[in-house]
């Protein structure tokens, strides 16, 4: 199966300044590439996602670029808030089964 | 819309019981059903992939017999950890899918704890 790597485990950054979240994927078969925000205890929620087809996708704050060649794909979250203090977890799509990455938890300090 | 909702939201049962969990989209039919496990602090782990009507695919590790899963109607899936042992305990989260390919709903989750 499909096997996603996600960088870093932890990130700390200061109100106001950008996140970058990478990820990796093994397989070229998956063709989808979504991003969830994981608040403790609660469900993920779909922020923003990516298709095969495209390079580059944004959404207001945060956007996500996606290299095929490469293999990986970014989360970029500019203007960081507090409340953007979350866990964040990557994801591929190989046919119908969704993997994810091991998360990434983003604290923005006020 | 695209609300999925899980029950119970929080388990406790002794060892050796078995527990069911629900997952039920409650404004689409969903033609797929996931089941994930959440360790704390770690990543969705992929568990089966349910469709309706159908068996449902297990990820490679998980044991089919100790997680059944039925996904008898299209808003319906439930996942039964049979003969419950402490190292179950875990956060059991479900998602579904409608006709559109590429999103997945997920619901909020149910705590297990196998005392």
């Known amino acids: 199966g499909e096997n996603v790597e996600q960088h870093p485990s932890t990130l700390s950054v200061q109100e106001g300044d950008s996140a970058v979240i990478k990820c990796t994927y093994s397989d070229s078969a998956s063709n989808y590439f979504p991003w969830y925000k994981q608040e403790l205890g609660k469900r993920p929620q779909l922020i923003i996602d990516?298709?095969?087809?495209?390079g580059e996708k944004k959404d207001q704050r945060i956007a996500v670029t996606l290299n095929k060649t490469a293999k990986h794909f970014s989360l970029h979250i500019t203007e960081t808030q507090p409340e953007d203090s979350a866990v964040y977890f990557c994801?591929?799509?190989?046919?119908?089964?969704?993997?994810f990455g091991s998360g990434t938890k983003l604290n923005v300090k006020p | 819309g695209a609300v999925v909702s899980q029950h119970p939201s929080w388990v406790i049962c002794k060892s050796g019981t078995s527990v069911k969990i629900e997952c039920r989209s409650l404004?689409?039919?969903?033609?797929?059903m996931f089941w994930y496990r959440q360790f704390p602090k770690q990543s969705l782990m992929l568990m089966a992939t349910?469709?309706?009507?159908?068996?449902?695919?297990?990820e490679q590790g998980v044991e089919k017999d100790k997680f059944l899963i039925n996904h008898a109607s299209l808003t319906l899936s439930t996942l039964t950890v049979t003969s419950a042992h402490p190292e179950d305990s875990s956060f059991y989260i479900c998602s579904a899918r409608p006709g559109a390919p590429d999103t997945q709903y997920f619901g909020p989750g149910t705590r297990l704890t196998v005392l």
């Open positions: 990516i298709r095969s087809n495209v």
């Open positions: 349910s469709n309706e009507g159908s068996k449902a695919t297990y």
């Open positions: 404004d689409f039919q969903a033609t797929t």
């Open positions: 994801a591929a799509r190989e046919f119908n089964k969704f993997y």
